[in-house]
């Protein structure tokens, strides 16, 4: 028999989520991106999460990642021992699924428990669970109730991880009994989709959609699911056959900046408000500094007193322009590979900011509540990061608020929007895509096995990526500084 065509837990999640993200995984699997560092990472992450699960059960049988017919087969000899078992797997028919861990209970009845590195239940969870139930109910197995076993956000790490604290389980039994409410039909559907040569039309939810490239390509490239918190609006546009938003219709009602959307798809131009741009600009205080972080964040704390998910700074960007004459000068901070770089880096943050002077960053808030949490953990510099808050200024504001819009910008505010919206410059050719693969490289050769060349080539590529965020701040700030020229402009060149 081929196992080709067979559903696992993992493709019956993604054909919830899009039928035909599912027919593409078996049929056009070339199409299917690879994943990316970030994502590698989660994958990775995840694993050592389940590693740490079973440690709370000693006795425990590992079944591992052996060949499919060989796990299916061990798998049903352990059976026999009543011992906890872990990835255990079971075919019938067509739905094959492994689970995380089996506990033996009663006679001859078993608890499912569910392992996943997240810090709550989703939704996607149950149905991975009533997935698992279904298959292995029909392969024999008598399942009594459903755990699922979730990191525990409160934990502090405190030398070596317990499992014990660092683990909350919640019996789920009752939400997989209602997600299992025609799941045969869908499981059904599924078989029939995967089967079939011709792949099925998009799926009905775009925000969400696995493949959205793959599925949705058809679309333009300004269409109507990039319509600024369209929400119900896109869904609402898009069934009444729209799908760009220059063919909106007039009567239909938008939101302000909707509308701004709207009227720049027309014309073809950015929109500009110069009085408010004027006035933002009007809040800089010299000398200017423009500051970028980078983090990482894992289910698994590295260091003690971390929590699971607790951003750790490992990098910075820091451009400084001290007056409207003065050449920029740039610094920068890239921990070493091993240790603890909290302090490092807030000792290298603290000599190279200066005692006055706006501060901007994009999304300021990803920085600020960086600081807040350094200060919490570090005391020495908590009355200096007190001090630097009010001088924080957020460049996001401007585009934000579509005091700025340009149709390029496709009605995103992100910095890697913007940029080459209003200066042509983009991240394109970066080797690093972004902060997830930032933080996700740094882990790898933090973590990993790496060759001191391979080393070398990922601190470059992240020292590049992050000077770039700098760089790009530098160059919104000037153009923004275009556009109201000539306009009567006052800037303090001290804090008062």
């Not at 080709?4 to 599912?22: A, D, F, H």
């Not at 660092?166 to 299992?180: G, R, W």
């Not at 005091?403 to 410059?425: D, N, W």
């Amino acid at each position: 028999m081929s196992y080709e065509k067979i559903l696992t837990k993992s493709k019956y999640v993604l054909g919830l989520q899009c039928l035909k993200s599912l027919w593409i995984s078996f049929h056009e699997k070339e199409k299917v991106p690879e994943a990316s560092a970030e994502l590698q990472n989660r994958f990775d992450q995840g694993h050592i999460v389940g590693s740490f699960a079973k440690k709370l059960f000693p006795e425990g049988i590992e079944v591992g990642q052996r060949d499919f017919n060989e796990n299916i087969r061990i798998s049903k000899e352990l059976l026999l021992k009543r011992k906890p078992l872990f990835e255990a797997g079971f075919l019938f028919d067509r739905i094959y699924s492994r689970a995380d861990i089996l506990i033996p209970v009663n006679k001859d009845e078993w608890d499912i428990i569910e392992v996943k590195s997240s810090t709550d239940i989703k939704e996607e969870h149950i149905h991975d669970v009533s997935f698992q139930r279904y298959c292995y109910e029909k392969a024999g197995l008598k399942v009594r109730n459903c755990f699922l076993m979730h990191i525990n956000n409160q934990y502090v790490r405190n030398g070596e991880i317990e499992p014990k604290k660092l683990f909350i389980s919640k019996d789920i039994t009752i939400e997989v009994q209602k997600a299992s409410i025609k799941i045969e039909d869908r499981i059904n559907l599924m078989l029939q989709i995967i089967s079939n040569k011709n792949s099925p039309e998009h799926c009905k939810n775009f925000s969400n959609c696995p493949l959205p490239e793959q599925c949705w390509g058809f679309l333009p490239k300004n269409h109507v699911f990039n319509l600024y918190y369209g929400g119900k609006k896109c869904l609402e546009l898009f069934s009444n056959g729209v799908l760009a938003i220059k063919d909106i219709p007039n009567n239909f009602k938008l939101s302000d900046k909707q509308q701004i959307q709207f009227d720049c798809e027309i014309s073809n131009k950015a929109y500009v408000n110069k009085e408010a741009i004027k006035e933002f600009l009007l809040e800089k205080k010299y000398p200017l500094h423009f500051l970028d972080f980078e983090t990482y964040s894992l289910p698994i704390p590295l260091i003690d007193g971390i929590r699971p998910y607790q951003k750790v700074p490992f990098q910075f960007s820091l451009h400084i322009k001290k007056s409207p004459e003065s050449k920029i000068e740039h610094y920068g901070f890239l921990a070493q590979e091993n240790g603890d770089p909290r302090i490092q880096f807030m000792d290298y943050l603290k000599k190279f900011i200066l005692d006055e002077g706006s501060i901007f960053a994009f999304n300021d808030s990803f920085e600020i509540s960086v600081l807040k949490d350094q200060a919490k953990n570090i005391q020495d510099y908590s009355k200096w990061v007190e001090s630097l808050l009010p001088r924080f200024i957020d460049l996001l504001k401007p585009f934000k608020n579509f005091h700025y819009y340009h149709p390029e910008q496709q009605g995103s505010a992100s910095i890697k929007k913007v940029l080459p919206a209003m200066t042509g410059k983009s991240y394109e050719d970066m080797e690093i895509a972004g902060g997830g693969d930032a933080s996700a490289l740094f882990l790898a050769i933090t973590l990993g096995e790496l060759s001191k060349k391979e080393i070398k080539e990922i601190r470059n590529n992240l020292e590049k990526y992050c000077t770039l965020d700098t760089e790009a701040m530098i160059l919104i700030m000037e153009e923004l500084e275009k556009l109201v020229k000539g306009e009567k402009i006052t800037v303090q060149t001290k804090l008062k």
